[in-house]
Nanobody, 121 residues
Framework: VQLQASGGGLVQPGGSLRLSCLGS????????MAWFRQPPGKEREFVSS????????SYGDSVKGRFTIDRDNAKNTVWLQMNSLQPEDTAIYCC???????????????WGQGTQVTVSS
Protein backbone atom coordinates (compact mmCIF):
# COMPACT_ATOMS: atom_id res chain seq x y z
CA VAL A 1 0.00 0.00 0.00
CA GLN A 2 1.29 3.42 -0.94
CA LEU A 3 -0.32 6.72 -0.04
CA GLN A 4 0.13 10.19 -1.46
CA ALA A 5 -1.37 13.26 0.16
CA SER A 6 -1.99 16.52 -1.65
CA GLY A 7 -4.02 19.70 -1.46
CA GLY A 8 -2.19 21.66 1.18
CA GLY A 9 -1.31 25.30 0.85
CA LEU A 10 -1.56 28.76 2.34
CA VAL A 11 -5.01 29.95 3.37
CA GLN A 12 -6.32 32.89 5.37
CA PRO A 13 -8.06 32.36 8.71
CA GLY A 14 -11.66 31.36 8.14
CA GLY A 15 -10.83 29.82 4.79
CA SER A 16 -11.14 26.26 3.52
CA LEU A 17 -8.97 23.60 1.98
CA ARG A 18 -9.60 20.06 0.82
CA LEU A 19 -6.88 17.52 1.21
CA SER A 20 -6.75 14.35 -0.86
CA CYS A 21 -5.03 11.07 -0.20
CA LEU A 22 -4.63 8.77 -3.16
CA GLY A 23 -3.70 5.21 -2.40
CA SER A 24 -2.56 2.19 -4.33
CA UNK A 25 -3.03 -1.46 -3.47
CA UNK A 26 -6.11 -3.66 -3.30
CA UNK A 27 -5.95 -3.93 0.48
CA UNK A 28 -6.66 -0.25 0.87
CA UNK A 29 -10.40 -0.70 0.29
CA UNK A 30 -10.69 -2.76 3.47
CA UNK A 31 -8.51 -0.60 5.68
CA UNK A 32 -9.34 2.21 8.03
CA MET A 33 -8.01 5.52 6.81
CA ALA A 34 -7.04 8.50 8.89
CA TRP A 35 -5.52 11.94 8.84
CA PHE A 36 -2.95 13.06 11.37
CA ARG A 37 -1.18 16.37 11.66
CA GLN A 38 2.01 17.63 13.22
CA PRO A 39 2.14 21.32 14.08
CA PRO A 40 5.56 23.00 14.22
CA GLY A 41 7.43 21.91 17.33
CA LYS A 42 4.63 19.66 18.52
CA GLU A 43 3.82 15.98 18.48
CA ARG A 44 1.70 14.29 15.85
CA GLU A 45 -2.01 14.38 16.65
CA PHE A 46 -5.07 12.56 15.44
CA VAL A 47 -7.37 14.54 13.16
CA SER A 48 -9.93 12.11 11.76
CA SER A 49 -10.52 8.51 10.70
CA UNK A 50 -13.05 6.71 8.54
CA UNK A 51 -13.99 3.07 8.33
CA UNK A 52 -13.91 1.16 5.09
CA UNK A 53 -17.27 -0.61 5.32
CA UNK A 54 -19.81 1.98 6.54
CA UNK A 55 -17.78 5.20 6.30
CA UNK A 56 -18.35 5.94 9.98
CA UNK A 57 -16.03 8.73 11.04
CA SER A 58 -14.24 9.97 14.13
CA TYR A 59 -12.73 13.38 14.75
CA GLY A 60 -10.29 14.94 17.12
CA ASP A 61 -11.86 17.43 19.52
CA SER A 62 -10.08 20.40 17.99
CA VAL A 63 -11.56 19.82 14.52
CA LYS A 64 -15.08 18.57 15.29
CA GLY A 65 -17.70 20.53 13.41
CA ARG A 66 -15.13 22.08 11.06
CA PHE A 67 -13.50 19.13 9.27
CA THR A 68 -15.20 16.34 7.33
CA ILE A 69 -13.61 13.12 6.16
CA ASP A 70 -14.87 11.02 3.27
CA ARG A 71 -13.62 8.22 1.07
CA ASP A 72 -14.30 6.51 -2.22
CA ASN A 73 -13.07 2.93 -2.17
CA ALA A 74 -13.45 2.56 -5.91
CA LYS A 75 -11.07 5.48 -6.40
CA ASN A 76 -8.78 4.54 -3.49
CA THR A 77 -9.13 8.12 -2.30
CA VAL A 78 -9.78 9.77 1.03
CA TRP A 79 -10.55 13.46 1.41
CA LEU A 80 -10.42 15.85 4.31
CA GLN A 81 -12.56 18.92 3.89
CA MET A 82 -11.31 21.61 6.25
CA ASN A 83 -13.49 24.65 6.90
CA SER A 84 -13.15 27.62 9.23
CA LEU A 85 -9.41 27.14 9.34
CA GLN A 86 -7.49 28.87 12.09
CA PRO A 87 -3.77 29.54 12.61
CA GLU A 88 -3.61 26.67 15.09
CA ASP A 89 -4.52 24.30 12.26
CA THR A 90 -1.14 25.02 10.69
CA ALA A 91 0.67 21.70 10.41
CA ILE A 92 1.92 19.00 8.13
CA TYR A 93 -1.03 16.74 7.40
CA CYS A 94 -0.46 13.07 6.67
CA CYS A 95 -2.83 10.33 5.66
CA UNK A 96 -2.43 6.83 7.01
CA UNK A 97 -3.96 3.37 6.71
CA UNK A 98 -4.59 0.73 9.35
CA UNK A 99 -6.27 -2.66 9.65
CA UNK A 100 -7.81 -1.59 12.95
CA UNK A 101 -9.93 1.33 14.08
CA UNK A 102 -7.68 3.48 16.22
CA UNK A 103 -6.51 7.03 16.76
CA UNK A 104 -3.01 5.94 17.79
CA UNK A 105 -0.38 6.78 15.18
CA UNK A 106 1.73 3.74 16.00
CA UNK A 107 -1.15 1.47 14.96
CA UNK A 108 -1.11 2.74 11.40
CA UNK A 109 0.90 0.60 9.06
CA UNK A 110 1.11 2.86 6.04
CA TRP A 111 1.75 6.59 5.76
CA GLY A 112 1.72 9.19 3.06
CA GLN A 113 4.44 11.81 2.77
CA GLY A 114 2.43 14.71 4.17
CA THR A 115 1.21 18.01 2.82
CA GLN A 116 1.79 21.41 4.44
CA VAL A 117 -1.19 23.48 5.52
CA THR A 118 -0.47 27.03 6.61
CA VAL A 119 -3.21 29.28 7.95
CA SER A 120 -2.09 32.87 8.12
CA SER A 121 -3.20 36.34 7.19
Amino acid sequence: VQLQASGGGLVQPGGSLRLSCLGSGRALSVMYMAWFRQPPGKEREFVSSISWYDKSASYGDSVKGRFTIDRDNAKNTVWLQMNSLQPEDTAIYCCAASRSLTSTPSSYNYWGQGTQVTVSS
